[in-house]
């Protein structure tokens, strides 16, 4: 049985200075999975249940990496995008979806999203994307503007 990720269900500071992921996704089931994916690896996470939810973590406290999900009601993953590119232009986004894309849509996530998997993921190809775009403990510059190609 999977254990709960912590849902965020308020703008409260989380996870103190260290560099986080936020995983944003309305599918707990999925949210789960991909939180103990992620915290397996070594990397401190936050979860959100919805696009609202993560745009009020950002506010608090800016994450490292965001992985979203594409469809999710009210604020999608796109809108989400839009939002975090026009306030945090440097933080990588990597868009996860189980939708099937045509090559012009493909092409317009991949102006917008550091990285694009579809569902299910290729769990070693995305953990060494997110590897590439956290930094490590020795290298924790706050002005780190530097992304990685994940594709």
Same mark, same amino acid.
């Given at each position: 049985?999977?254990?709960?990720?912590?849902?965020?269900?308020?703008?409260? %500071?989380?996870? +103190?200075?260290?560099?986080?992921?936020?995983?944003?996704?309305?599918?707990?089931?999925?949210? !789960?999975?991909?939180?103990?994916?992620?915290?397996?690896?070594?990397?401190?996470?936050?979860?959100?249940? =919805? +696009?609202?939810?993560?745009? =009020?973590? &950002?506010?608090?406290? !800016? %994450?490292?990496?965001?992985?979203?999900?594409?469809?999710?009601?009210?604020?999608?993953?796109?809108?989400?995008?839009?939002?975090?590119?026009? /306030?945090?232009?440097?933080?990588?986004?990597?868009?996860?979806? +189980?939708?099937?894309?045509?090559?012009?849509?493909?092409?317009? #996530?991949?102006?917008? #999203?550091?990285?694009?998997? !579809?569902?299910?993921?290729?769990?070693?190809? #995305?953990?060494?994307?997110?590897? /590439?775009?956290?930094?490590?403990? =020795? #290298?924790?510059?706050?002005?780190?503007?530097?992304?990685?190609? &994940?594709?």
């Amino acid at each position: 049985m999977l254990s709960s990720a912590p849902i965020l269900t308020t703008t409260a %500071p989380v996870g +103190g200075t260290k560099p986080y992921v936020l995983l944003v996704d309305d599918h707990a089931p999925s949210l !789960r999975q991909l939180h103990q994916v992620v915290k397996g690896a070594g990397h401190s996470c936050v979860v959100a249940s =919805s +696009g609202a939810l993560a745009l =009020s973590q &950002c506010d608090v406290r !800016r %994450p490292q990496v965001i992985v979203t999900d594409l469809s999710m009601p009210n604020l999608d993953g796109r809108a989400l995008a839009h939002w975090i590119r026009a /306030r945090y232009p440097s933080v990588p986004l990597i868009l996860m979806t +189980g939708e099937i894309l045509d090559m012009p849509t493909l092409d317009s #996530f991949r102006r917008t #999203f550091t990285a694009v998997f !579809r569902k299910p993921i290729d769990l070693d190809r #995305f953990l060494e994307c997110l590897d /590439r775009l956290m930094p490590t403990e =020795s #290298f924790l510059e706050p002005t780190l503007t530097y992304m990685p190609d &994940c594709s």
